[in-house]
């Protein structure tokens, strides 16, 4: 096998940070016919590019494979519909968005940002790969075409007379395996002036809060401002703002900007970057230790309130939690059950450890003492909406950044 080289610079060898060893596809839900029949399983394995700083995991699966069906509808998360609604809010007011404007996003999912610019008046494009989401746009009426974002199309639409004032793309840059033809594809469909809004999750609040569980087969890319200043620098776009944001453990919302320089924000991150040791693998060794200790920690408590005769089941069918439960090997000799709010995934089983998903309405009827929380990023929302649960005494485990009952 040919060596692997960084998705970024090219640079090789690769240096290992963490090995999860092989999991299914974290998104791979099962119908109950599929549960008992062989599942495909990957190789995990976290690695850093010191040529460049990016973290990066080295196993590909053909995009086609994993965006087919993906399940996760944005506009089922109150906390993401109304941070979209401030965003686009804040961009019309910054940019002077109008009529004659456009705003487009890479991977719009159900449109859930987009509707905030189309209320106030601004044409909009989305672009969203999966067949069945980009249906659901469209009719909700998000004009939305169903194809994968890059430079061919940037040609295409720029072809067209389309150029975007605003571009978002949030969680796209970590999924795509041509990183370089997506960051190639924004410089290519900005209009004059216009901004790419481009949000990914920050590196430094994996490897600080210990949030392992972002680590699946879908997240190809883990980014420092390093290196993404790097990788749009090679696309001459300059990273004229960078600010960072609580969205999923911790994000980066970077603005993109043809020739720009970069600006105080971006050099006050690159300086605490170097300053942290993240341009060096050192900064990387102990990481696999903390992702342990967490382990037998969570496993320990998991043990204990089973000896106790305590009922737990989890909360959130997640791909984060795909993660957390397979290399923690936490399957239903632990958990009962978990709930999802989403339609699309209830019904289905968890990827590799069988879980079946249920409506949250069933912690009323059935009662479990614990919920095993493994969409911890919307910990605030989820206790809200899970208050009779908590007032009937039911106790959430969190077990990231490290394990608490709440
Ligand atoms: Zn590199």
Redesign the pocket.
């Known amino acids: 096998m040919a060596e692997t080289r ?6 090789a060898p690769l240096a290992p940070i963490l090995d999860l060893g092989t999991t299914p596809l974290a998104n791979a839900l099962l119908t109950k016919d599929q549960v008992g029949r062989p599942e495909p399983r990957f190789p995990l394995e976290l690695r850093f ?6 973290v990066q995991i080295t196993e590909k699966i053909p995009p086609e494979q994993m965006f087919r069906e993906y399940a996760y509808f944005s506009s089922f998360s109150d906390t993401i519909v109304s941070q979209a609604a401030e965003l686009a809010a804040r961009l019309v007011r910054e940019r002077s968005l109008g009529a004659d404007s456009l705003v487009m996003e890479v991977a719009s999912n159900d449109g859930y940002l987009l509707q905030h610019y189309r209320k106030a008046g601004v044409p909009v494009l989305g672009i969203e790969p999966a067949v069945n989401i980009a249906k659901v746009a469209n009719e909700r009426g998000i004009r939305t075409r169903c194809e994968f974002f890059g430079r061919g199309l940037a040609d295409q639409l720029r072809a067209e007379g389309l150029q975007a004032d605003v571009l978002h793309a949030n969680n796209v840059l970590a999924h795509v395996p041509d990183l370089n033809g997506v960051v190639a594809g924004i410089a290519r469909v900005l209009a004059p002036g216009g901004v790419g809004v481009v949000e990914v999750p920050y590196l430094r609040d994996l490897i600080e809060k210990c949030e392992f569980d972002t680590i699946y087969h879908e997240h190809l890319c883990y980014f420092s401002v390093t ?1 993404l200043d ?1 990788l749009f620098a090679r696309h001459d776009l300059g990273l004229a703002a960078v600010e960072r944001i609580a969205v999923h453990g911790g994000s980066l919302r970077l603005f993109a900007v043809a020739g720009a320089a970069r600006g105080p924000s971006t050099q006050k991150l690159l300086d605490e970057e170097r300053a942290a040791g993240m341009l060096g693998h050192a900064y990387y060794a102990g990481f696999a230790r903390r992702v342990e200790a967490l382990r037998r920690e969570l496993l320990a408590l998991l043990k204990r309130l089973k000896a106790e005769g305590k009922r737990v089941a989890a909360y959130g069918a997640s791909a984060k939690g795909s993660t957390l439960l397979n290399y923690f090997d936490i399957g239903s000799s632990m958990i009962e059950y978990v709930v999802d709010r989403s339609t699309e995934k209830q019904g289905r089983y968890t990827p590799g450890t069988h879980l079946h998903i249920l409506p949250p309405d069933r912690l009323r009827s059935d009662r479990p003492d614990y919920l095993l929380l493994l969409s911890w990023n919307f910990l605030e929302e989820i206790l809200a909406q899970q208050a009779e649960y908590r007032t009937r005494g039911g106790k959430f485990i969190v077990p990231i950044p490290e394990v608490r009952v709440v």
């Open positions: 960084c998705v970024s610079c090219g640079a590019c010191a040529a460049c700083s990016l290196a790097a």
